[in-house]
Structure formats: C-alpha cells, structure tokens
C-alpha cells in the first residue's frame, strides 16, 4: 500500500540552528499538510499546501517556518531557527484531492529535539 | 472553535474483552468523524472515516458509531487483543485537511 515517508527519523539540533524536515507524499496526492505533536500534547494542525501554495496556516506556523515542493515528489518544512518549545513529533500528511471526505495519509513522523 | 475530547485517557482491559472508546466534539455541523491509532514513537494510521450521513462504519473488528446530534462518535473493538495496544485518536476536520484531534484514549490489553 502507498504510503507517506518521512526522514529522518529523528534530528537533533542545537536552538538557533535551522532544520528541513522531509517528506516524500503518495504519489498522486495533490494536497499536503504539516502537523506536530508536543510530547503529552495533542496533534495540531501547522500548514496546509496546494498547487505550490499555502493554503491555509495555523498561528503556530509564524515567519520562523516555511514549506516548500522542491521537485515533484518531495515536500519540507524549514524552521528557520530552532527554539527549545519547536521540540515534538512533527507529522507530514497528504490526501488526493484534498476533499472533506477524504481520508488523510499521515506518515511515521520525525522527532525533532532541540538542545 | 470546534473542540474534541477523548474520555477516558486510559483503559487496560484483559485480552478478549470488548473496549469501548469515546469521542465528543462541540460543533455538531461536522463532515466526517475519522478514528486513528498511533504506537509509540511513530505516525497515526487512519482506522476508519465516517461521514457525517451515516451513522456506523465497520472494518473488521472494528465498528464506529456517530451521533452528530448529541455531538459523540464510538469505537468499538470486539474480542481485544494484545496488538491492539495503542493510543487512539478521533478528529473531525475544521476545513479542508485541517483536522482537529482529541487528545487519545490509551489502550493496554492484557494478556
């Protein structure tokens, strides 16, 4: 069955430094989101992409982050530079036609730990 | 804002008892209800999707009730077992791919 990757798996980054986290969605999905997980905390939506575009944007994802579709298979999340509270679990997801109806794909995530 | 709670936290149950999961959210003017398991360290995976016209979803062991009206969803797994050992997680979308979770109900079976 399809499905999303993400790597690494986990990363390790002192606070201020910048990190890219990759995702590499299901092939024929159009839509892809970003969402993270603070540890004992609940998932949270951070930004949704289409058509090259974000398309919508939760307060968390504020100028210190950005997502970019560098080819047409990988989709990233830069954070510009780290803090200690950008420590969670972050989630890459993609669904195909970005319908409400429409099940998202969520891949294994990557443990980001700042120091 | 559409809130979504998960109660209980916990739940251990012995191995072949059925579990009940709960989930209830504020705006009933919702489209879907989707239920997720997530293991330690790693990603959701998506269990069931069910709309907001229909009022069960099955798969398996697994049945999944909704009842906008009184703003509530079930998950029911019959004869648990140990690999069903997991957090699990409901969310309904706000809009388009953003979904608002509840915070999970986490399952230990028994041997």
């Known amino acids: 069955e399809p499905e999303v990757t993400q790597t690494p798996s986990h990363q390790v980054t002192q606070m201020g430094q910048e990190v890219i986290l990759r995702c590499v969605p299901i092939?024929?999905?159009?839509?892809f989101y970003w969402y993270r997980q603070i540890l004992g905390q609940k998932v949270e939506f951070l930004v949704s992409?289409?058509?090259?575009?974000?398309?919508?944007k939760s307060e968390i994802f504020d100028d210190q982050f950005s997502v970019e579709r560098p080819d047409g298979s990988n989709f990233t999340l830069k954070i510009r530079s780290t803090k200690l509270e950008d420590s969670a679990m972050y989630f890459c997801?993609?669904?195909?036609?970005?319908?409400?109806?429409?099940?998202?794909?969520f891949g294994s995530g990557t443990q980001l730990s700042v120091l | 804002k559409q809130e979504v709670t998960q109660i209980p936290a916990a739940l251990s149950v012995p191995e072949g008892e059925n579990l009940v999961l709960n989930c209830s959210f504020t705006?009933?003017?919702?489209?879907?209800l989707q239920w997720f398991r997530q293991d330690p360290g790693k990603g959701l995976t998506s269990l069931l999707l069910?709309?907001?016209?229909?009022r069960e979803q099955t798969s398996g062991r697994l049945n999944a009730s909704l009842d906008k009206s009184s703003g509530r969803s079930t998950l029911y797994i019959a004869a648990s077992q140990p690999g069903d050992s997991a957090t699990y997680l409901c969310?309904?979308?706000?809009?388009?791919?953003?979904?608002?979770f509840g915070a999970g109900t986490q399952v230990v079976v028994t041997p």
């Open positions: 997801a993609s669904s195909a036609t970005g319908g409400f109806n429409e099940k998202l794909f």
């Open positions: 092939s024929n999905h159009l839509y």
């Open positions: 992409f289409y058509n090259n575009e974000i398309s919508e």
């Open positions: 705006d009933s003017a919702i489209y879907n």
């Open positions: 069910i709309q907001s016209s229909q």
């Open positions: 969310a309904v979308p706000d809009s388009w791919g953003k979904l608002q």
